[in-house]
């Protein structure tokens, strides 16, 4: 009966350990395809891809969960004379979260400081990487080698605590009612676990509240910015102080209509400058607003949402003093600046609102990856565009591809349906960060049509 339950534990392991691979490697291979091919396009694999790499995941899973499972049953099983009883199948099964929770933890920390640090930057660039996905690739190699060297040093502790419990300190009161180690309450093991586990999660929400902005603010590294023929840089300060920088593009004609553009959270105003030609061309002046602890801007402090609203504010105002009010300005975000310039929008600071790969907030963005924490809780920089919409009264164009990976058509399709008179246009088979390559001048076209009109 013994060797009976040792086997069920094995098989117990084995599950656990094919069970974490799966979830693991399936989830990540959803978030960041282009980790398992190094960037190679990926990111439009068909759906069958996370299933193969689930099946590989299934293979490799056995194995480790098979050598955990030996090492605790051969730290409980008594060869010598004179060992305690081994320990009750429970109590392992309340060890066997240890290797969770560990991991957890150190996958969250290691994600955190490989973002912060940038380390793996070289190699995810060397592999071939696109530049603006080479954060995506280091926060998630971090998280997945973390998670399994979290797992394997979880393991070991367990082990170095189903040894220790089965050899425990002789107790002081010889009638005191302790068995190997274990209280005889039974609820006292499930409370072990239960506190395991739970400080395990506080510990994932500590590091996602002290990580996030790393993660929500991914500037990169770009070369120094140097403004091209027929563009102004400037430089203003916003009510706290902090130095903003913005590059003004004038249109031909005095009286035509301005595009203040607020960029994505991964890149900065050198590569918006295709899409503020291209408008000029079209007739209209063009603004690429930099955001604070960005590009030329690195030394105003950290980016947060109240700050990017100063700053948009700030390089608003300037426009004014050079007599752009807001009749002949139009406020144009992407992907993160949607939810600037539907700030700005709600304030009255514009006379027109287009929305590219908008998203209904931050706090719903986070909800959809990590569904089991408490996302408006741990993100205080919410961008909460859907709350703002009824507020929005003026005309607004949303353009958003079908086939977005990072932030979900649905949410495109919500913004729009909830800022009154909106117009939403869909690009067919449009990823996040293609849509202005792969349709040039369409785009450009309806932009210019909506800021005219």
């Not at 060297?149 to 002081?172: F, K």
């Not at 909460?384 to 003026?394: E, F, P, Q």
């Not at 690009?427 to 202005?436: A, E, K, W």
Request: charged share 15%; hydrophobic share 50%.
């Amino acid at each position: 009966m013994a060797r009976a339950k040792e086997y069920a534990f094995l098989l117990y392991a084995m599950f656990a350990a094919t069970v974490y691979a799966v979830a693991h490697d399936h989830v990540t291979a959803t978030i960041s395809p282009e980790y398992f091919l190094y960037g190679k396009g990926l990111a439009q694999a068909p759906q069958s891809f996370r299933w193969a790499v689930t099946l590989l995941a299934v293979r490799a899973g056995l194995p480790p969960g098979l050598l955990g499972g030996a090492v605790l049953l051969l730290a409980n099983n008594p060869r010598r004379s004179g060992h305690p009883p081994q320990l009750p199948y429970r109590a392992l099964l309340t060890l066997s979260l240890l290797p969770a929770a560990a991991a957890g933890v150190l996958a969250a920390v290691s994600g955190v400081v490989n973002a912060y640090m940038q380390i793996g930057t070289a190699t995810a660039l060397t592999l071939g990487v696109v530049p603006y996905r080479v954060w995506r690739f280091v926060i998630v190699w971090a998280i997945h080698v973390g998670s399994y060297a979290g797992a394997l040093l979880g393991s070991v502790a367990a082990a170095v605590l189903v040894a220790r419990r089965r050899n425990p300190p002789r107790p002081a009161d010889p009638t005191a009612a302790v068995i190997d180690g274990v209280s005889s309450r039974p609820r006292s093991i499930w409370f072990r676990g239960l506190a395991t586990v739970l400080v395990g999660y506080l510990a994932i929400c500590l590091a996602a509240r002290l990580g996030y902005r790393v993660l929500l603010y991914p500037a990169p590294p770009d070369a120094p910015f140097a403004p091209p023929d027929g563009a102004t840089l400037l430089s203003m300060h916003a009510v706290d102080g902090a130095l903003v920088i913005a590059v003004q593009f004038p249109p031909a004609d005095d009286e035509a209509r301005t595009v203040v553009i607020f960029h994505g959270n991964g890149e900065t105003i050198g590569r918006c400058v295709q899409i503020a030609e291209d408008l000029r061309a079209r007739g209209l002046g063009v603004v690429l607003a930099e955001y604070r602890g960005y590009g030329l801007a690195t030394s105003s402090g950290p980016p947060d949402e109240a700050g990017l609203y100063r700053d948009a504010a700030a390089t608003l105002d300037e426009l004014e003093r050079q007599g752009i009010g807001p009749r002949r300005v139009a406020l144009m975000g992407i992907s993160l600046g949607t939810g600037v310039a539907a700030e700005m929008a709600a304030r009255g600071r514009g006379a027109s609102l287009i929305l590219v790969s908008p998203y209904t907030s931050i706090s719903a963005m986070a909800a959809s990856v990590v569904s089991f924490l408490p996302t408006r809780l741990l993100c205080p920089d919410r961008f909460d565009t859907l709350s703002k919409a009824s507020r929005i009264h003026v005309p607004t164009l949303v353009i958003h591809g079908d086939a977005d990976e990072v932030v979900a058509f649905a949410m495109g399709q919500r913004v729009a349906r909830s800022i009154p008179g909106a117009a939403l246009r869909v690009v067919r088979g449009g990823h996040h960060n293609d849509l202005f390559a792969n349709h040039a001048g369409d785009l450009e076209d309806a932009i210019a049509d909506e800021v005219k009109r």
